[in-house]
Each structure stands twice: as structure tokens, then as C-alpha cells.
């Protein structure tokens, strides 16, 4: 059953110098609109391109800041012409870039990103050169902790540790949006407040079959929300052991790759505004659904009325 209660899920510390304070790593997107899924040893025409600076953590702070929220985000840049790109995107956004190191010599994150024309599912490729990521001594922990909500993705897992742990000492809500399990992610979990994931995420995790009891099975490690979005399926979601289903809005859907990004964005954007755990996942379902419908990740982010007016329909 849906949660109903009028009561927050969450009470959030009410000042801080930011709203969300995001950590994670940038990219320079390539989105290559395809007829269907290449094969090894063929060739087709591009129905579409487009190339823009992109990231999970960085596309849902850049959502926050274009809905009135204030944002930081703290990630490494590469000196190329991406990393360059990346920084001055997100600087022209609102979000501020002021503890984001630029790696000397060090090429930026690169993803290619091919969308499938009649469903606008994605597939994902990336490289990353491995001194691009940010260690534990290099982080400013004040101000990962000025945050009311602290956004992460997890890659670097001991950066991502420390501070995850910093910001709960502060009072900040955490929430995670990790892609893959790794051998420390229940040492992450442990510190999570909220854990959005893909719908494969907890059965890899848990080993457990049926999604409701991996989601189960996932919040007893930590998280007091834990949901998998499942994409044209909605999401479910389980807090304080119980689950539930949140459906999706239908759209005509031209690429999902932001719609991730967006669902976060818009649960985080609902949490801090103190809503009911129900109208804040609804209202996640709406800027995902509307993120699907433009090509390009943060060409996708809906303006706030779209998404409110979608969300109370």
C-alpha cells in the first residue's frame, strides 16, 4: 500500500549554506540516436547527435539549481576541452564549482551514449582515467557537510565513505545513487538516508529473486528509503518494511537517459521541501517522465511548472 501519512519521511536540518551538496563524477556526453542495437561487425547511419556535459550527480544538481534550489558540487575536471566544458556548464547553471579540483594533464570522463530510436531505452559506454578521481585527503569536508542533503554516486568508495560520514555528522540527509554493487557498498548503505537505484541493483546486492524482498533486505542495511526505478514500470519503494509500487506518467519517450537523474533530483527537490514521502515520489515520477521526452541529458530537464503540473494531474 502507498504511503499516506502527511507526516515527512525525513526532517531536514533547516539551514545550511546549500540545499544539496553533490560528489561524484562529471562527463562529456556523446548521445548517438540509433535504428536498433548495433551489431560487432556492422554499420549504420545516425539517426541523431549530440554531444553536452553530463553525470548523474551534476545533471540532478544542475535540475535543483534551475528550480530555485542552491547546489555545490564537488568532483574532479580534467584540462581538456570536455573537463573544460564540464566546469563552465555547470558555473553557468548556478552551481557552485569552487571546490572542484582540475587535474593537470588528465583528459576528462567521456561517455558515449547510443539511443535505441523506437523505444528511447540507452545503453551506456565510459571511460575514465583512473587519476582523475578524487582521494580522501584531497576533500574539503566542511564544506561537503554545508549541505541540507548530500548527493553521491559512489565510485570512489573510500572518498565516497568519508563523506557520506561527514555529512551525517552534520546533519545532512545522504542519498546514493550508486550503478553496481561493490565490496564496501554496505559500508556506504550503512550511512545512506535514501538509496535510488536501478531495478537490478538489489537482487545483485541481496542475491534475492523477488525485488520486493532485495528492496527489504537493502533498507535493513541502513537506508530508511529504498526504492528501484524501473523505467516505463514506475518505481517501488520500500520504507519502514513496507513496499509499494509508484507508477509512471506515460510519455512519448525519446531518450531515458537523464530519467534517472531526474527522478532523483525531483524525490531530493520534494524531501526538502517537507512532503510527504508519497507527493515527493510522485513528483519524481513526473521529472523523470518529462526528462524522457528531449534527447540529451541536461537538454531533458523540465521546468519546475512542467513537472508540478505533470505531478498533480
Known amino acids: ?21 553533490g560528489f561524484g563524477f562529471n562527463t562529456f556526453d556523446h548521445v548517438c540516436v540509433v535504428p536498433r542495437p548495433p551489431r560487432i561487425d556492422g554499420k549504420q547511419r545516425l539517426r541523431a547527435y549530440t554531444e553536452m556535459p553530463g553525470g548523474q550527480v551534476p545533471t540532478a544538481l544542475v535540475a535543483l539549481q534551475r528550480w530555485q534550489l542552491r547546489t555545490a558540487y564537488v568532483g574532479p575536471f580534467g584540462d581538456d576541452a570536455g573537463g573544460r566544458a564540464q ?15 582540475t587535474r593537470a594533464g588528465v583528459s576528462s570522463q567521456t561517455s558515449v551514449i547510443l539511443v535505441d530510436e523506437m523505444s528511447g531505452e540507452r545503453s551506456v559506454l565510459w571511460t575514465r ?6 582521494r580522501p585527503e584531497e576533500l574539503d569536508l566542511t564544506f561537503l557537510a554545508d549541505g541540507r542533503a548530500l548527493l553521491l554516486d559512489g565510485a570512489e568508495i573510500d572518498s565516497a565513505l568519508l563523506a557520506a560520514e561527514c555529512a551525517r555528522e552534520a546533519g545532512a540527509l545522504v542519498m546514493l545513487d550508486v550503478d553496481e554493487p561493490g565490496p564496501r557498498t554496505d559500508a556506504l548503505l550503512a550511512l545512506s538516508d535514501a538509496v535510488i537505484v536501478s531495478e537490478q ?18 533498507a535493513a542495511r541502513g537506508p530508511r528509503l529504498a ?35 531526474l527522478f532523483h533530483a525531483g524525490c531530493l527537490y ?24 528531449t534527447l540529451g541529458g541536461r537538454a531533458s530537464i523540465p521546468d519546475l511548472d512542467a513537472v508540478v503540473a505533470l505531478a498533480a494531474s
Not at 541481496?206 to 533486505?217: F, H, I, P
Not at 520534494?270 to 521526452?293: E, H, I, K
Open 87 to 101: 566546469r563552465d556548464a555547470l558555473s553557468a547553471a548556478g552551481v557552485d564549482v569552487s571546490a572542484c579540483p
Open 227 to 261: 526504492a528501484a526505478t524501473l523505467g516505463v514500470g514506475g518505481a517501488v519503494v520500500c520504507t519502514d518494511d513496507r513496499v509499494w509500487h509508484v507508477p509512471s506518467f506515460r510519455v512519448a519517450v525519446v531518450d531515458s537517459t537523464s530519467a534517472g537523474d
Open 201 to 218: 541493483f538489489p537482487r545483485q546486492l541481496t542475491g534475492a529473486a523477488d525485488l520486493r524482498d532485495a528492496l527489504r533486505q537493502m
Open 270 to 293: 520534494g524531501l526538502l521541501q517537507d512532503w510527504p514521502l508519497d507527493r515527493a515520489l510522485r513528483f519524481a515520477s513526473a521529472a523523470a517522465a518529462l526528462a524522457c521526452q
Open 1 to 21: 500500500m502507498p504511503q499516506r501519512d502527511s507526516a515527512p519521511l525525513f526532517h531536514l536540518r533547516p539551514h545550511a549554506r546549500f540545499d544539496v551538496v
Open 129 to 134: 582515467p583512473e587519476p582523475l578521481g578524487l
